[in-house]
T-cell receptor, first 111, second 115 residues
Framework: EDQVTQSPEALRLQEGESSSLNCSYT??????LFWYRQDPGKGPEFLFT???AGEEKEKERLKATLTKKESFLHITAPKPEDSATYLC????????????FGTGTSLTVIP | ETGVTQTPRHLVMGMTNKKSLKCEQH?????MYWYKQSAKKPLELMFV???????ENNSVPSRFSPECPNSSHLFLHLHTLQPEDSALYLC??????????????FGPGTRLLVL
């Protein structure tokens, strides 16, 4: 069964303390792995799409990487404004029109 | 702010009311989606439209009725809802379902409270 598991569920970091969020997935024929940022009461904001193992993408303090089984979202020297919930989603060749989402990692960056 | 807008942003309704949620996308996309987001749960896909045609209905109760008059607009009509339907309802769009590389873009959501 296709699924997405994110860990940890919650993460508290001091400002400047780098860390990584994990997204493990099982899907047949990956057609895309997606990272979103969601602030409280708002819709998910698109960050990255990764399509094949070994691919990496960066945006400011964020870097997403992909293997055949998982993706990492690395946060370098985070700032309080990076506090949000980070969602991971996948689409597979046999998931039809479905994008499968994880439950997210809630990140809090303390000044 | 984003290419996908939703109205209203907040809605309180009684179980006997009828209301509608509206979504509009300005991205030139052809696929549109409704999701339900509840606390501590993954986003739940409700409906998918591609070129105005419904392609997915994920066993959603009939008290939720979608409408897609064109590729830019999507509605969710609500009637006789239950308190457990209280959630954040998100609209999303993507280029089209046949695209090899497909990314969804979300609206800000409608926070619904059913009393």
């Amino acid at each position: 069964e296709d699924q997405v598991t994110q860990s940890p569920e919650a993460l508290r970091l001091q400002e400047g303390e780098s860390s990584s969020l994990n997204c493990s997935y099982t899907v047949s024929g990956l057609r895309g792995l997606f990272w979103y940022r969601q602030d409280p009461g708002k819709g998910p904001e698109f960050l990255f799409t990764l399509y094949s193992a070994g691919e990496e993408k960066e945006k400011e303090r964020l870097k997403a990487t992909l293997t055949k089984k998982e993706s990492f979202l690395h946060i370098t020297a985070p700032k309080p404004e990076d506090s949000a919930t980070y969602l991971c989603a996948v689409r597979g060749s046999n998931t039809g029109n479905q994008f499968y989402f994880g439950t997210g990692t809630s990140l809090t960056v303390i000044p | 702010e984003t290419g996908v807008t939703q109205t209203p942003r907040h809605l309180v309704m009684g179980m006997t009311n009828k209301k509608s949620l509206k979504c509009e996308q300005h991205l030139g996309h052809n696929a549109m989606y409704w999701y339900k987001q509840s606390a501590k749960k993954p986003l739940e896909l409700m409906f998918v439209y591609n070129f105005k045609e419904q392609t997915e209905n994920n066993s959603v109760p009939s008290r939720f009725s979608p409408e897609c008059p064109n590729s830019s607009h999507l509605f969710l009509h609500l009637h006789t809802l239950q308190p457990e339907d209280s959630a954040l309802y998100l609209c999303a769009s993507s280029q089209d379902l046949g695209a090899v590389q497909e990314t969804q873009y979300f609206g800000p959501g409608t926070r619904l409270l059913v009393l």
